[in-house]
């Protein structure tokens, strides 16, 4: 009876000595919460949430009550474990919008400074187009259009008497210039000679103008003028009436070759009557006229250090050492007038306004002067004679607070020094 | 002592006795009830309604039951609705943070893209 009842107790030992019965909510709960606890990214998110999460498993372990207060509990801890993995994405997210917003801030920046360059780039575009439109505007006020010229010309005309009754030598003999623009002032003597008036070539480029309405003055066109027909239009008709009494004028001027061949100096009235009717017609065919034609009338100026000649701003693209169209005929003028003198030394300087800062105008003047010197030595000038110096706005032969001295100080002079 | 003093120290001991039974018993004080009414409201007020609308539905629900419970006299199951009603409300306000700072984190990411010229990322919001 004894051993019986030994037995049957070692036997109840042994039932209250085995494995415990498994919490299988608690072990899934405490896996989770190691999961997150070891997680590398939100292990060390949301503490606070986690802590709590752990006192509610805790609470589910030690609860051996009842199954109803167990469920409780479970239910509890559930969602305490639920909470702490939102609380910690919740964390990683707000540190992800906080990197965005800081890209944000930084890519805003970038484009701000994106913006501001483009408006400074556009900036400097609009003062560039305003310099031009400025220099443009300088040319304009520089050389007045055709018909202001023709309204000069024609008062010209009328305050000219006619002093001399045959055309007199020019001061200086130039040389022939065979540009098709030299037609222009070519039949402009010519058809001064056959009006009577006594015009040198050294005249400017609206008494050139007034020359070649000088006949027109009488007649209409100079062809008119040698038929000694009345005048049939106004001067600024000219164009159009140039063209109706001499239609084969226009087709031989074409065809014919260039006026320039004939020296403008020393037209004589045959040759001015073969050219004179093409004259109309090169005058309306060339845009550039007015600086055509004070191109070829250039001359020398005496000066105390040798004569010099001055070329105007107009040869040059604005704000740039490139020449313009009809350069060449001032140019050959030039490098002729220094051929006749070939053991003397040349200077030539280039100036500028006082617009723009002093170390632009300086480079422009001086890249100015070499392009002179280049186009110069390119027509036969001797490159050890020339002596070259950009000066910019440091020797102002007008004011410069209007536009008009302005012009007169962008210049490029040429001079024949007398010690060389 | 008297034997009058003695019957008043019994009493005493006796009130005391009964005293200490009826705090022993189970009981929902009102404060439990404001916590959960409270955590109800803060859930309602940090969007549930969009971002976890199941959670809030059981905090109210549980909410109601637990004020009937306690109204029925079953106090102990009130408790317990109580408490599961505060932890759905808290899980609701966790989710409802989660779904708007994902949300700000996809504004922000497309604002990102477009100042950089991309498209930008088309990626549906994760459910926790």
Excluded at chain 1, 61 to 68: E, L, M
Excluded at chain 1, 166 to 184: C, E, F, N, R, Y
Excluded at chain 2, 66 to 95: C, M, Y
Aim: charge should be negative.
């Amino acid at each position: 009876m004894r051993r019986a009842a030994a037995l049957v107790f070692a036997a109840l030992l042994a039932a209250c000595g085995s494995a415990p019965r498994r919490d299988l909510d608690f072990d899934r709960l405490h896996a989770s919460l190691q999961a997150l606890a070891t997680d590398p990214e939100l292990g060390k998110l949301a503490l606070a949430e986690r802590a709590l999460a752990e006192a509610a498993v805790r609470r589910l372990d030690a609860s051996s009550i009842n199954a109803k207060e167990h469920a409780q509990l479970s239910y509890l801890a559930e969602r305490r474990v639920d909470i702490a993995y939102i609380a910690a994405q919740t964390e990683q997210e707000k540190a992800r919008l906080a990197q965005l917003q800081r890209e944000h801030a930084e890519l805003l920046l970038a484009a701000s400074r994106r913006e501001t360059e483009a408006v400074r780039a556009e900036l400097d575009r609009q003062r560039r187009d305003a310099l031009l439109q400025q220099e443009e505007a300088e040319r304009g006020g520089a050389t007045p259009p055709q018909a202001g010229t023709a309204a000069v010309a024609a008062a010209a005309a009328n305050s000219t008497p006619p002093a001399v009754p045959a055309a007199t030598p020019p001061v200086v003999s130039l040389p022939d210039v065979d540009m098709t623009q030299a037609a222009a002032a070519a039949p402009a003597a010519a058809s001064n000679a056959t009006a009577g008036r006594a015009e040198p070539p050294a005249v400017d480029a609206r008494r050139a103008g007034s020359a070649a309405q000088d006949g027109s003055a009488l007649p209409a066109t100079p062809s008119a003028a040698q038929a000694g027909t009345p005048p049939a239009t106004p001067p600024a008709t000219q164009d159009g009436a140039a063209q109706p009494p001499a239609p084969s004028a226009s087709t031989s001027a074409a065809s014919a070759p260039p006026p320039a061949a004939v020296p403008a100096p020393s037209a004589t009235p045959a040759a001015q009557a073969s050219s004179a009717p093409g004259t109309a017609d090169a005058a309306t065919a060339a845009a550039d006229l007015p600086l055509a034609q004070r191109l070829a009338a250039l001359t020398p100026d005496a000066d105390s250090g040798g004569a010099r000649i001055t070329l105007e701003d107009l040869i040059f693209e604005p704000g740039t050492a490139t020449f313009a169209t009809g350069a060449e005929i001032g140019l050959a003028r030039v490098a002729g007038w220094l051929a006749a003198a070939p053991a003397q030394a040349i200077r030539i300087e280039g100036h500028t306004d006082a617009t723009g800062s002093p170390e632009a105008n300086l480079s422009l003047s001086l890249r100015r002067a070499e392009a002179v010197r280049d186009a110069l030595v390119a027509r036969g000038v001797a490159a050890a004679r020339i002596v070259v110096s950009g000066e910019g706005a440091a020797e102002p032969v007008a004011s410069n607070d209007d536009a008009q001295g302005r012009a007169r100080n962008r210049r490029v002079v040429v001079q024949l020094l007398d010690g060389g | 002592m008297t034997p009058t003093a003695r019957k008043i120290h019994v009493l005493a001991l006796l009130s005391l006795c009964v005293a200490s039974a009826f705090a022993a018993r189970p009981h929902t004080p009102p404060a439990e009830l404001q916590n959960a009414a409270a955590a109800l409201t803060l859930a309602e007020e940090a969007g549930a309604a969009t971002y976890a609308p199941l959670e809030l539905r059981y905090a109210g629900e549980q909410l109601e039951q637990a004020r009937q419970a306690e109204q029925s006299g079953d106090l102990n199951q009130a408790r317990r609705l109580l408490e599961q009603s505060q932890v759905n409300s808290d899980l609701a306000v966790a989710k409802s943070r989660l779904g708007r700072t994902r949300e700000a984190v996809q504004v922000q990411a497309a604002a990102n893209a477009q100042l950089r010229g991309e498209p930008g990322p088309v990626t549906p919001p994760e459910t926790p």
